[in-house]
């Protein structure tokens, strides 16, 4: 696996399936494949990003692309009203596993704070 053609850029290319939920021309949404609550989605970028950290001026309108589907999402599932989290982990410390950013969108329980 590469930098440039990781699992998130071959699930974006559709080389790899994945239960899609949501696409528009910057970002696309599929289910976790291991979710830790009833609503848990990951929304990515098209565009190959591996972190937060490598997030350049030109990214703005995809870093905020990523927070408004967050926002569509929640509804399109029920569970703006009620409340939902949305996560995105940077490197080890933060416990990210697949180097192509992606905001975790978790619905459907309550949520403790601080978190683990
Ligand atoms: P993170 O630990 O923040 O990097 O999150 C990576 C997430 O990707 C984890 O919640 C995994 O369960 C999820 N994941 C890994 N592979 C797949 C896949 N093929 N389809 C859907 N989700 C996946
Ligand atoms: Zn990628």
Request: aromatic share 8%.
């Amino acid at each position: 696996m590469t930098d440039t053609y990781c699992l998130f850029c071959k699930i974006a290319s559709g080389e790899i399936n994945a239960d899609v939920i949501y696409e528009n021309d910057y970002v696309m949404a599929f289910r976790d494949i291991n979710p830790q609550a009833p609503t848990h989605v990951l929304v990515i970028p098209r565009k190959h990003i591996a972190t937060i950290n490598e997030l350049v001026d030109t990214d703005q309108y995809v870093a905020g692309a990523l927070h408004l589907a967050a926002k569509d999402i929640a509804k399109q599932e029920g569970i703006a009203e009620d409340g939902f989290r949305t996560v995105m982990n940077c490197n080890s410390a933060a416990g990210q596993t697949v180097f192509h950013i992606h905001l975790h969108v978790l619905g459907g329980r309550d949520f403790s704070w601080p978190p683990g």
